[in-house]
């Protein structure tokens, strides 16, 4: 599996993806998924894929090769929309070559991939390609896109994120949402590729692959974990039971008569037992002393 996250901002654009391709008990695929086409003066492109791997490459290979009806290729393609035209006509090509035989053994054909750049003369563009061959573009209300294991890295991003983010903020926040992923996923692994591109500058000066050793990452990786648990441990308990009066913590009020949905245990072991009061935190403090 993998995870790769990019922003498209004011300023410019960001992406991040990792390198693992599978991960087993005895088994660890490392696979590249950033390609960067870059033309300096012209245009600077970064694709970036999950999904099946022979199938990713095989786009690769014949994006490198495609051209369009007016024979234009990614790199003679008047606009970013028109390259991501192009990728998604490659996609549909390898799909009817390879699609039919892979269904045979059970295999799916997927593909997920995310497009942008810029090209001279338009703005930075960002665009999440589908197995289809279609695709959407990233707007204001949309500023980034993921593919892969995307859920553990979300939440961080849509509390951080806006088109106004730096790019070494936006790029702090991608490196912490992939820190999250890479905790809870072993399908996701090191080392990333991290690339930050510049509004206008056609070229690529701030690129890194980032491994174990990475100073920044390593602080990345402690310094948030550790601020996680400051901020979750100074978040008060909850109060049960509360009197009617208590207006600080509330979860629930002594006046509260909610009841679990129950399921009757059968006739024959059915006990006529006593109801368990509901437990308040006093109880659980060993203190009779009403919390609140």
């Known amino acids: 599996m993998t995870y790769c996250v990019a922003m498209r901002l004011n300023s410019g654009l960001v992406f991040?993806?990792?390198?693992?391709?599978?991960?087993?008990?005895?088994?660890?695929?490392?696979?590249r998924k950033m390609s960067v086409y870059e033309n300096p003066g012209d245009r600077v492109m970064v694709l970036m894929t999950a999904g099946n791997l022979s199938i990713s490459q095989s786009i690769r290979q014949m994006l490198n090769e495609r051209t369009n009806a007016e024979g234009r290729s990614i790199w003679t393609a008047t606009s970013m929309y028109?390259?991501?035209?192009?990728?998604?006509?490659?996609?549909?090509?390898?799909?009817?070559?390879?699609?039919?035989?892979?269904?045979?053994?059970?295999?799916?054909?997927?593909?997920?991939?995310?497009?942008?750049?810029?090209?001279?003369?338009?703005?930075?563009?960002?665009?999440?390609?589908?197995?289809?061959?279609?695709?959407?573009?990233?707007?204001?209300?949309?500023?980034?896109?993921q593919i892969g294991?995307?859920?553990?890295?979300?939440?961080?991003?849509?509390?951080?994120?806006?088109?106004?983010?730096?790019?070494?903020?936006?790029?702090?926040?991608?490196?912490?949402?992939?820190?999250?992923?890479?905790?809870?996923?072993?399908?996701?692994?090191?080392?990333?590729?991290?690339?930050?591109?510049n509004n206008d500058e056609l070229a690529v000066s701030r690129f890194v692959t980032i491994d174990e050793q990475n100073q920044y990452f390593q602080m990345i990786r402690r310094s948030w974990g550790s601020q996680l648990k400051r901020v979750f441990e100074a978040i008060d308990d909850p109060v049960w039971d509360a009197a009617p009066e208590a207006t600080r913590n509330v979860l629930s009020s002594s006046s509260d008569h909610s009841e679990p949905v129950r399921v009757p245990p059968p006739a024959e072991i059915a006990r006529n037992a006593p109801t368990v009061p509901r437990q308040i935190l006093a109880h659980q403090d060993g203190s009779s002393k009403q919390a609140s």
Do not use: W
């Open 16 to 31: 991040l993806s990792d390198s693992r391709t599978n991960a087993g008990v005895d088994h660890i695929g490392t696979f």
């Open 82 to 145: 028109e390259a991501a035209q192009i990728l998604g006509d490659a996609i549909r090509a390898v799909h009817d070559r390879e699609a039919a035989e892979l269904s045979k053994f059970g295999i799916d054909f997927n593909v997920s991939i995310i497009f942008g750049g810029q090209i001279k003369g338009e703005r930075c563009r960002l665009f999440q390609m589908y197995s289809a061959g279609n695709f959407i573009e990233s707007h204001d209300e949309n500023t980034y896109f």
């Open 149 to 197: 294991e995307a859920k553990y890295g979300k939440p961080i991003i849509d509390r951080v994120v806006t088109p106004q983010t730096t790019l070494d903020e936006a790029a702090k926040c991608a490196l912490i949402s992939m820190d999250s992923t890479l905790k809870s996923n072993i399908s996701v692994g090191l080392p990333l590729d991290l690339l930050l591109y």
